[in-house]
């Protein structure tokens, strides 16, 4: 029997979540939503798709007016505003109206853009989440946020457009690729980083399970990660105030991710930022020494990086200043005050930045 969230917004429902073990009971979620005179359109990624789509496809065929599909290329390199009009372009040419329906099959990147997608055609039209990434099933479906890239720096273009529904079929984490999945579950420390020492602790004591992909121990992960995004952004949807502490990890971990171009995953970055983050919050006298190497190393046995090669600290200090999180001129950084604790700091200077950066520079000196 599938488990299921409501997100409230507004302090009103707005969707649920489904965490299910199969993609059978999607077909009866959809019967619920009303779709049987709606068109749907598979938005999904040339990975995706191979594994997928069919399947889904045959689900809701029966469910709707019409169902097609519309694939891009895999990876953060698609997504971009060129995808979109591609997107567009197919949906005017499939004659699609203002009460159908985009369906997002994929991971975080899937996610984002046909949510983007979805919330400026025609000014706006419904979509629906199935995440089948760690990283989009434990944070990106939810909440919202949709956006792409623009000019390399992360979701520069954007809207807050909520989902109808989000369809997590969690065994579908069984056979994700092992560097996709342990990138996903950077996000999901964050979560106990920033909201819950007693995740954090959860984390600790099952990381055999959780490295062997239990099915029980990861849909309960994934449910409790769920659960605290769902505190965070019930409390602020449209980030004026505490929503910015999920960005942890992010200020620094973006600028890696554009610096790199993007040959990182997302979560890789996020782990190197919240290391980073945790530097500074050490040198800021929050943290304790030993718990800043405590927080750097629990990433370590999850298959994450610590520290990089060949990174320059000038140019990703510089690229800081292009993230979203700006106030008055100052960057809003997110240091941790302990474990299960973060606080937005605007004193944080080129300097810590810089330091930081050197931190987790990976090079023969650091190691002698
Ligand atoms: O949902 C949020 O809010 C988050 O910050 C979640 C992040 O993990 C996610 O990567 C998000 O897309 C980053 O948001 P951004 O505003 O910094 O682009």
Known sequence: ????????????????????????EFAFELEELGTENRRLCI?????????YAQTILELVKDKCKKAVVFSFSAGEQSKTLDTVKKAYTFLIKEEFDRKDILIALGGGVVGDLTGFT???????????????????????????????????????????????????????LKTLEARQYFSGFAEIMKHGLIRDHIFYEWLLDNMYEICEREPSVLEEMVIKSCSIKKAVVENDPKEMGDRALLNFGHTIGHAIEKAKKFELYHGECVALGCVAAAFISWKHELLSMEEYYEIRDMFVPFNLPISI????????????????????????????????????DTSVTEEDIKAAVEEISFNEEHMS
């Open 1 to 24: 029997m599938a488990q299921r969230l409501t997100i409230n917004y507004e302090k009103k429902p707005c969707y649920d979540i489904v965490f299910s073990q199969t993609f059978d």
């Open 43 to 51: 938005v999904t990624d040339s990975s995706v798709e191979a594994l």
């Open 118 to 172: 979805a919330a400026t055609y025609l000014r706006g039209i419904d979509f629906i989440q199935i995440p089948t990434t760690l990283l989009a099933q434990a944070d990106s479906s939810i909440g919202g946020k949709t956006g792409v890239d623009f000019d390399g720096y992360k979701n520069m273009v954007g809207a807050f457009h909520m989902p109808k529904l989000v369809y997590m079929n969690v065994s579908a």
């Open 309 to 344: 090669e060949d990174i320059n600290a000038e140019e990703i200090t510089a690229l800081t200043k292009s993230d979203k999180k700006m106030d008055a001129g100052k960057i809003k950084f997110v240091l941790l005050k302990k474990v299960g604790k973060a606080v937005i």
